[in-house]
């Protein structure tokens, strides 16, 4: 009897361990078959991406071209997310609503947006009702590369980056009765505030000796042509097209306003990444190595082409490539090759990608200075709840990215005119400026 159920266990033993083994190699392959379909950073998070992907927005605008680059190249794909649909927007009105509605009322979850957007979208200061919309700012998509032009009708005045010449210009204007416009894309955006700040330099008050307006970027240089505007600030190829059709000249790139200054973001819905933690983490990734594409100089006449196609800006190359590769044409004569006040979309470490919540501190801060803002506004609650820099540096760790930034503030900031910005005191830089809307 014993020597019989000896027997049988023996047999079942060596049936089980023949099972496991079965079991094993299965299981072996099962996973380097996943391992091929994904990633290994998204497969090391557990199970991949929730989602296949989600609909992000952008307006024509050479900065929205990562997320261009991430769905033409690939990067999407390789992350785990093939279904990624990158919208293009009609305006930054536009990109608003469609992001108050979401995707699942056929809007959109994130994109390419101005940086203060995730701050007046969070607190609802430009939403419909005032309703707050709650969003992350999950990395920078590029420095600098923007613009502030004028019209023609300044052309003997040579403005640069000193605008005090056209105070008495304006002065005259308006003594004829006749109205005097600047332009920008969004109230509160980074392009009301470089036209805001190089206006106030020079002594005009944006908000009572011009009216500040708002169109749509692929309207500004149509808006000059038939004189509507006596300048704006909008980011390329829009300068450069105005240039290109002799319609007006750019006074100075906003690199030149502020070296190396921080521009667009990826910018989503909270409640989406917080509900989709892995996709998220597998846009980042996919961005990030866009990015990276998109800085080296050998992909930037490829990049061009890419971007000007007609299903995404619809621009001819040459509007583009050249203030891209740092070629700028100022237009009436005046150009500079091989400029450092080109687009930047990486840098050191990411360090271009990185969002450093100091420079949210500053947009915050400025958007105090022209009243969006009430001033005592808790500046560091509002960017803490804002700005996902830890969520851009869990994706920079899983793509092995070195050097990256281990501090959340870039220190003190200096404008062209001189003045400062120390994050760690932003109540000092308000006091400091002559011409504000806030009593600080």
């Known amino acids: 009897m014993t020597k019989t159920f000896q027997a049988q266990s023996l047999a079942s033993a060596r049936t089980s361990r023949r099972a496991f083994l079965r079991q094993t190699a299965a299981a072996a392959a099962l996973f380097a078959a996943a391992k091929t379909a994904l990633p290994a950073g998204a497969f090391a998070q557990g199970a991949g991406p929730e989602v296949k992907g989600t609909k992000l927005g952008y307006i024509a605008l050479t900065d929205a071209a990562p997320l261009v680059i991430a769905r033409e190249k690939g990067f999407f794909a390789k992350h785990g997310l093939p279904d990624m649909d990158i919208a293009r927007q009609a305006s930054w009105g536009a990109t608003r609503d469609n ?28 939403m419909q009702n005032g309703q707050p919309l709650p969003m992350y700012t999950l990395l920078n998509l590029n420095e600098d590369g923007q613009g502030i032009s004028v019209s023609n009708e300044y052309k003997d005045l040579n403005i640069q980056k000193d605008a005090s010449p056209l105070k008495a210009a304006f002065e005259r204007k308006k003594a004829q009765g006749k109205d005097l416009t600047a332009a920008m ?49 909008v980011g390329e190829p829009w300068n450069e097209q105005l ?117 949210d501190t500053w947009f915050v801060t400025e958007n105090i200075r022209w009243g969006k803002f009430e001033p005592n506004t808790d500046i560091k609650a509002l960017v803490d709840r804002t700005n996902r820099a830890d969520l851009w540096l869990q994706a920079a760790k899983t793509l092995g990215i070195a050097g990256v930034p281990t501090s959340d503030s870039r220190g003190v900031e200096t404008f062209f005119d001189g003045v400062k910005f120390d994050p760690a005191d932003p109540q000092a830089y308000l006091r400091a400026l002559k011409i504000k809307r806030a009593q600080v």
Request: proline share 6%; net charge positive; glycine share 10%.
């Open 99 to 126: 992001m108050a509605l979401g995707t699942k009322a056929n809007g959109i979850d994130g994109g390419h947006i101005l940086r203060p957007k995730t701050h007046l979208y969070s607190t609802g200061k430009v």
């Open 185 to 233: 894309t969004f109230p509160g955006g980074t392009h009301d505030l470089w036209i805001r700040y190089w206006l106030a330099a020079g002594g005009i008050d944006p908000d009572t000796d011009i009216k500040v307006i708002v169109v749509p970027p692929p309207q500004m240089v149509a808006n000059m042509k038939v004189g509507t505007m006596d300048c704006f600030c």
């Open 243 to 359: 240039v290109n059709q002799a319609i007006g000249y750019t006074a100075l790139t906003t690199g030149e306003l502020w070296f190396k200054h921080p521009e667009k973001v990826l910018g989503m819905r909270a409640e989406w990444v917080d509900a989709n933690p892995r996709a998220t983490q597998a846009i980042l990734m996919a961005v990030m190595e866009a990015q990276q594409w998109c800085e080296r100089m050998e992909n930037k006449d490829e990049l061009a082409q890419i971007v000007g196609r007609r299903q995404w800006f619809n621009v001819p190359v040459n509007d583009i490539n050249g203030r891209l590769k740092g070629n700028i044409n100022y237009g009436h004569g005046r150009t500079v090759a091989n400029s450092p006040l080109r687009m930047k979309f990486w840098g050191e470490g990411g360090a271009v990608s990185y969002p450093w919540k100091s420079l």
